[in-house]
């Protein structure tokens, strides 16, 4: 009996390099490939494979994504994750059943992977929705931490992480940027700033506010049941929460309706 794979990766290099590790062991066959999430989670659903090999990082989703929806499946596969980054980022994954293989993919490495897979084919046991919710947000942390910015002031360069940024409001037209190393003012507009940063926690209650949720100090109730915030450091300032996205930010920090 062979295992059917499915393949997911948005580099074509490295899908080919796994179904040629794949082509030396006979009980496993690709049926699939896979070069973004919503294409993958379409195809896991009509080909129901038996294991799926994801990398971490495609261009629309991130592989842990993928794998939620993998899950939800009357057949759930035995997933691989494929990823590039470093040693230290890898102990996100440490913490999970499920295997991993690390880029530039190790021949002996995989072979290692596989013979772990075939004792692992047998075993009804597989990663709980809960076990990749808790992965996935392990994995946004340590990106949340990973991710630099460089912003100018007064002539200097200053590199900032992720988690240092408070929160961002719009200023004539340009954005200036609140953090814990102070204010600086940029040219990036805020509809690109949160796309680029909405991925790492940051959320954008009103068209002049992009804030990072793990800096709310405060959720005030206003008039008429509106909300507004307060954030760590700037408490005198209150950011508020568009009527129309009241409901889903609630959602986001749990309030109950």
């Known amino acids: 009996m062979a295992y059917k794979v499915v393949v997911i990766d948005d580099e ?3 899908r080919r390099i796994i179904t040629h590790f794949l082509s030396n062991y006979l009980d496993f066959v690709v049926v699939a490939e896979a070069s973004n999430g919503e294409d993958a989670i379409e195809i896991c659903r009509e080909k129901r494979p038996d294991v799926v090999f994801i990398d971490i990082h495609l261009q629309d989703m991130t592989g842990i994504e993928i794998a939620s929806e993998l899950i939800k499946m009357k057949k759930i596969p035995k997933i691989i994750f494929v990823t590039a980054y470093s040693d230290y980022a890898l102990k996100a994954f440490e913490f999970s059943a499920i295997d991993y293989l690390l880029k530039p993919i190790d021949e002996n ?3 290692k992977c596989i013979k772990k897979l075939q004792k692992e084919m047998g075993k009804s046991e597989s990663p709980t929705l809960e076990t990749v919710e808790a992965l996935l947000k392990k994995h946004l942390q340590v990106e949340h931490c990973r991710q630099k910015i460089t912003l100018e002031k007064d002539g200097k360069l200053y590199v900032l992480s ?3 940024l408070i929160y961002i409001e719009t200023e004539e037209r340009s954005t200036k940027v609140i953090s814990k190393r102070g204010e600086f003012i940029t040219n990036f507009s ?3 700033w949160e796309e680029r940063l909405t991925q790492y926690g940051f959320y954008r209650p009103h ?3 992009l804030i990072n949720l793990e ?4 959720i005030v109730v206003w008039f008429n049941n509106s909300l507004q915030v307060r954030m760590r450091g700037y408490e005198k300032n209150n950011i508020p929460i568009s009527r129309n996205k009241v409901k889903e930010f609630k959602e986001l920090v749990g309030i109950e309706n």
Not at 215 to 218: A, P, Q, T
């Open 215 to 218: 800096e709310i100090d405060e």
């Open 190 to 192: 805020m509809t690109e």
């Open 162 to 164: 992720l988690k240092d």
């Open 12 to 14: 074509m290099p490295a």
């Open 109 to 111: 490495r995989f072979e």
């Open 207 to 209: 068209r002049s506010f």
